[in-house]
């Protein structure tokens, strides 16, 4: 379902609006001094901001400083004026990527607000190279209990997310598709920002994502960008309605920078597919990219696809979107870009083809494995409502496959694996879960955590609805789209 144009987000300050005044303070005040304005509530101008973000990009800033500034916008908030100026002066702290005239039109790119067991990313790069796009995208690393699509990629040895405007340019033109990460070149004040966000409680800041986000996308020329915007209990924005307000200011503060965003809302309460950690969730993409795998990923995968070729005006409609990625997914198209994307990004050309051609359990022994497994046991006869995602993902952190500070090494092979899907009757006694770990066997905190991650009803079983709730849309996109 289609909804409408974005207005002005409540948890945003009022009095901002593209196209506004110039900024009427041109010369920067000290970094001590923009804490304070923020502080007591006041707007940054373009200069202030420049100011702030140039200090973070030269190291001038001192740590505790960014963190006052980072907690002083989530409490007090920045109008969209203000936001869309932070999200020029993070893509200014790096290059601008260029490509050549013929690929205009072409070139699109999704990114996602973090979830848990979201491997979308590894999938439908290649897929939508398989369509025809150049997807330049510039991803990120596990925040707060969410994972990270880089270190995902990671988990497949020689994989090398460090790639310069140059290499892109070359990937793109040999395989159509890249994921790397942000770097000394490619909005490097993201990078710390991100990273410090994430160990002061500021990461739940609407105008601090969107620049975020838009800022890795501003630089990347784009023609297209589809933000997967996730709401629920581990979700990085709980509430549906939060997630509508960021929504909102990504289509409108990306309108203001000339780039065509839409913003799916999708959920994000139990894990998408059924497989959660870094290693595990390269498996299940390939299966995914094999044109199987579960269901609930192949249907995002398809319909968040299929918005962006008809964002891009390269379908009639989402539907017909969808189709050609599932196409690119059961014809082997897309697998075929996966591992050419691989072996261009440092995997070894025979390991690439193997992981691509093998089969699961071939899979599963050239990726990274875990020492031990252990399985947890349904408590009782019933109809699964819901596998909450947030236990589990807090728990495998516990366990290495997250962080608690940044930078810290995660292990690869550990995660978790479902071995029900919602919808589904279980027995008292049988296995629902298999845990994959290199450290002792399971405290009884963690099996209790882990145990009250299972939500049993009386129901009968029933189909998993679609994870995908609705699409918000830039306000000259239409006509309205047929499918949900
Ligand atoms: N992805 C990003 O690139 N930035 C963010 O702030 C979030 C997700 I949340």
């Given at each position: 379902m289609a909804a409408p144009g974005p207005a002005v987000p409540r948890g945003f300050l009022p009095g901002g609006g593209s196209g506004g005044a110039p900024d009427p303070l041109p010369e920067p005040k000290p970094l001590l001094e923009l804490i304070r304005l923020k502080r007591d509530g006041g707007r940054l101008g373009e200069a202030d901001v420049r100011a702030f973000v140039g200090a973070v990009a030269d190291g001038s800033a001192q740590g505790a400083q960014i963190g006052a500034m980072l907690m002083a916008i989530r409490l007090r908030g920045m109008d969209m004026e203000e936001t869309a100026a932070l999200t020029r002066a993070l893509a200014e702290s790096g290059q601008q990527l260029e490509w050549p005239e013929a690929w205009q039109g072409q070139l699109v790119d999704k990114h996602s607000t973090g979830g848990v067991g979201d491997k979308v990313s590894l999938v439908l790069a290649p897929a939508l190279a398989a369509c025809g796009c150049k997807v330049p995208m510039i991803s990120g690393r596990g925040l707060g209990h969410t994972g990270?699509?880089?270190?995902?990629?990671?988990?497949?040895?020689?994989?090398?997310?460090?790639?310069?405007?140059?290499?892109?340019?070359?990937?793109?033109e040999q395989v159509g598709c890249c994921i790397v990460g942000q770097s000394e070149k490619l909005v490097p004040a993201d990078g710390i920002l991100y990273a410090a966000r994430d160990v002061t409680a500021t990461v739940d800041s609407l105008p601090l994502i969107t620049a975020s986000i838009l800022s890795k996308k501003a630089v990347e020329g784009l023609s297209a960008l589809v933000v997967d915007v996730k709401f629920g209990e581990a979700a990085v924005l709980p509430s549906q309605a939060q997630a509508r307000e960021l929504a909102a200011a990504l289509v409108g503060v990306g309108a203001g920078l000339g780039l065509r965003v839409a913003a799916a809302l999708t959920a994000m309460d139990t894990p998408v597919g059924r497989s959660v950690g870094h290693a595990l969730e390269v498996e299940e993409a390939?299966?995914?990219?094999?044109?199987?795998?579960?269901?609930?990923?192949?249907?995002?995968?398809?319909?968040l696809g299929g918005a962006l070729l008809w964002l891009n005006r390269q379908a009639e409609a989402q539907a017909e979107g969808a189709a050609r990625v599932a196409a690119a997914l059961d014809d082997g198209s897309a697998r075929g870009r996966f591992e050419r994307m691989l072996a261009a990004q440092g995997v070894d050309p025979g390991l690439a083809r193997a992981l691509c051609s093998g089969s699961p359990a071939r899979r599963r022994e050239l990726l990274p494995r875990a020492r031990e497994r252990e399985e947890l046991r349904a408590p009782a006869d019933g109809t699964v409502e819901h596998i909450r995602a947030l236990p589990l993902a807090l728990v495998l952190r516990e366990l290495g496959a997250g962080r608690s500070r940044a930078g810290e090494p995660i292990r690869p092979g550990v995660g978790a694996e479902l071995l029900v899907g919602v919808g589904q009757r279980l027995r008292c006694g049988a296995p629902w879960l298999r845990v994959h770990r290199d450290g002792p066997a399971l405290s009884g905190p963690q099996r209790r955590v882990l145990q009250g991650a299972l939500v049993l009803s009386d129901r009968a079983p029933f189909a998993a609805p679609s994870l995908f709730a609705e699409l918000v849309l830039p306000p000259a996109h239409g006509p309205t789209d047929t499918q949900k």
């Open positions: 990270g699509t880089l270190d995902k990629l990671e988990s497949i040895p020689g994989f090398t997310v460090i790639q310069s405007p140059e290499q892109m340019r070359k990937l793109l390939l299966l995914c990219l094999d044109g199987a795998g579960p269901p609930d990923l192949r249907d995002l995968v398809t319909r």
